[in-house]
């Protein structure tokens, strides 16, 4: 049985979050940015742990857009490349944590970001 394509703009902007915070998560503890490979493997975790499905060209772009972003934040926010604070955006569950006032900036950055490409 296969998932249904069935993001919607907030479902589409938790996944680009995740992707950047993952980014960033990276950045933190190893120094470099996530491999492409990486990323497509952090997409495809994060639509099987949230029953998610979206079409190729929706997954390419948000992955495309996340290291953008994530260099952004980076660059706004330099304490986002922090081991302690990158790590707290994740919850033991491997979600984003919102109660961090980071994490929901970042969000934010991504719901923008969509909007911005027409992604309404």
Known sequence: MSTPLNLD???KAELLAYL???QL???ALTGEWLSPLHTVESTGLWLLS?????DLIDRVRLSSYALELARRVAERTPTAQNR????SLITENLRIDF??????EIYQA???HLVDMGWI
């Open 9 to 11: 703009l907030q479902a």
């Open 20 to 22: 950047v915070v993952s």
């Open 25 to 27: 998560l990276a950045r």
């Open 50 to 54: 949230n029953s998610g499905g979206a």
């Open 84 to 87: 302690s604070v990158a790590a």
């Open 99 to 104: 109660r961090v006032p980071i994490a929901r």
């Open 110 to 112: 991504c719901i923008d």
